[in-house]
């Protein structure tokens, strides 16, 4: 091979990887930075929505402190994570060009020389190339993961800012407000009171179960919405909980939970498992889900899986049915039985509804019930502590 080839083979050899190199550094640079946009707009985007379906004062200040607190400190981490990157790239720069250099002068110099030498010469500064890449690629990856890492830091302070709220109310309910209570130094109305008690909000998500596209559940929508109507009355009126329906009445397919077998009293675990395995229509784990489902076997009118927050109801049901189900999944585990006074909401059947001469009455619960209600995880959280709750029972 004469000179001017070998020559030629070099520079090609050397063009190639600088050219290789160029794409990478480009590819990097524009993978983060799209990385970053896309962050920063997905949060702003989700601080818009939760801001324009929140409801109440308290909910929409939350919203939009919280949200706007959230996405700023989320648009600061991506910026310092972006900005670490780009010192990445500059590191991957700076030391690609200085090994192309010295790299791609000492193959063109290797060109020169005839021969095997020659040859060698060529593959050293070759392999030059290679390691300043490799250092350069390196030390990028190093400097991205430092960036990532502050920028999980900067995330956890919005996290760190809400815990400090959460634990002075924890040390005000669980040991100021009991002191104060016992010690007659805090004016108000008696605990066993729950008229004195502020609203408490159980947001409910219903999801119709359609057995496949010709087996339809006839049940309507009107029918669930009269049915939490009615379960938003007895819970308000005896519980101080308002139930309201989150987002709309969906529908679904699901030949596993249109019949739901429920004969074993829950022993066949596998029946019980279907709507948690299902997941239909969560997307938020702070509240509960109604399926209205096809048929329920076992004598059951409806049924629930309180660990999961899935309540299972029929067409035809009681107007009482839905708030009993719904009761048994807001008291605690240890609480949440049936109760043998026909007047109570947690009795075992419809009675109650001819007990109380339903809808002129409606079935009672005790101050133990409403008060471990109002504790349940699926209400929406609230500063306020509940008397009767801090004072022992």
């Known amino acids: 091979m004469g000179l001017w080839s070998r020559v030629k083979s070099a520079v090609k050899k050397v063009a190639k990887k600088v050219a290789d190199k160029a794409k990478e550094v480009y590819e990097d640079v524009k993978d983060d930075v799209n990385e970053a946009i896309d962050e920063v707009t997905d949060t702003w985007k989700e601080t818009w929505r939760n801001i324009k379906s929140c409801t109440g004062g308290l909910g929409c200040t939350t919203a939009v402190v919280g949200g706007v607190v959230k996405s700023a400190l989320e648009t600061v981490g991506a910026i310092v994570d972006l900005a670490f990157d780009a010192v990445g790239w500059s590191w991957n720069i700076i030391f690609s060009a200085f090994g192309a250099v010295v790299g791609g002068v ?8 005839p021969g095997r030498f020659g040859e060698q010469v060529v593959e ?5 190339i290679d390691a300043s890449f490799e250092l350069g690629r390196d030390g ?13 830091v900067i995330r956890s302070v919005f996290s ?7 634990l002075l109310r924890f040390v005000y309910c669980a040991l100021v407000f009991p002191l104060i209570t016992h010690g007659r130094s805090l004016p108000g109305p008696s605990a066993s009171d729950v008229s004195h008690h502020s609203m408490r909000t159980l947001e409910i998500e219903v999801v119709i179960i359609d057995k496949d596209g010709q087996v339809k559940n006839p049940i309507t929508g009107s029918e669930l919405s009269a049915r939490i109507r009615d379960a938003d009355r007895i819970l308000r009126e005896r ?3 308002k139930v309201q329906l989150h987002g709309s009445i969906q529908r679904s397919i699901s030949q596993q939970l249109y019949d739901i077998d429920a004969s074993g009293s829950a022993q066949d675990l596998s029946e019980w498992l279907k709507g948690p395995l299902q997941l239909l229509g969560r997307n938020n784990p702070r509240h509960l889900t109604v399926y209205a489902v096809g048929t329920i076997n076992g004598r059951h009118d409806g049924l629930h899986e309180p660990l999961y927050g899935s309540v299972f109801v029929l067409r035809g049901n009681g107007p009482t049915v839905m708030a009993h189900e719904l009761g ?4 605690s585990i240890g609480n949440m039985g049936h109760r043998a006074d026909t007047t109570n909401l947690m009795y075992p059947n419809t009675d109650r ?5 339903w809808p002129k009455g409606t079935p009672t619960l005790t101050e133990d019930q409403w008060c471990a209600m109002r504790q349940s995880r699926w209400l929406k ?5 509940d008397k009767c709750v801090a004072v022992g029972r």
């Not at 000492?106 to 020389?113: D, N, P």
């Not at 990028?140 to 999980?152: C, E, M, Y």
């Not at 509804?353 to 001469?357: G, I, K, T, Y």
Request: charged share 15%; with cysteine; net charge positive.
């Open 124 to 128: 050293v500064g070759l392999g030059w």
């Open 353 to 357: 509804e001819r007990a109380v001469s």
């Open 328 to 331: 048994h999944a807001l008291l």
């Open 381 to 385: 959280w609230s500063w306020d502590c």
């Open 106 to 113: 000492t193959a063109i110099i290797g060109a020169l020389i």
């Open 160 to 166: 760190l800012i809400l815990l400090i709220p959460f």
């Open 140 to 152: 990028s990856k190093a400097f991205d993961a430092f960036g990532g890492f502050v920028q999980r």
């Open 239 to 241: 519980a101080r909980i």
